[in-house]
């Protein structure tokens, strides 16, 4: 069985009080039953951590070796300027998927570009949660 991590960087834990107007009014409780329904539904094992701390984010990254067979990560501010977090991704070599729920590219100037991604196999934004759904579908799929 497929295991897969997903990280959930700062502030996701608000969910369904912060900016309803980008994020929606579902709260982090129901992102993380809906990934576990995904997860069930996939067949495959997850694991879900979310930390408004780069370096608890860094260092489940890092575990992931050895562990993991993808991960999906919504690095959320972290994206715009964390080489921590890239240079962990991209030493693990774990295949990985970044994930937002809104669109960065419709927001303000600096969250259009994300230093994370470039350890990533992909970007996929401004689906909300279904961004995780479809992650999930890729890494699941991978040799």
């Given at each position: ?30 992102l ?16 879900m ?59 303000e ?20 949660f ?5 992650a ?6 991978q040799?």
């Amino acid at each position: 069985m497929k295991k897969i991590l997903v990280l959930n960087g700062p502030n996701i834990n608000l969910l369904g009080i912060r900016e309803k107007n980008i994020y929606g009014r579902q709260d982090y409780a129901s992102l993380c039953e809906y990934i576990q329904a995904t997860a069930d539904h996939l067949g495959v094992e997850v694991k879900m951590l979310q930390s408004n701390y780069e370096g608890d984010i860094v260092t489940a990254i890092q575990e992931a070796y050895g562990h993991y067979d993808g991960i999906v990560i919504n690095p959320a501010a972290l994206t715009h300027y964390s080489v921590a977090v890239l240079d962990a991704l991209k030493g693990v070599n774990i295949p990985a998927i970044e994930v937002h729920i809104s669109n960065i590219h419709q927001r303000e100037e600096f969250r259009h570009h994300s230093v994370t991604v470039a350890g990533c196999v992909g970007q996929i934004c401004g689906l909300g949660f279904a961004g995780y759904a479809l992650a999930m579908q890729y890494l699941a799929a991978q040799d």
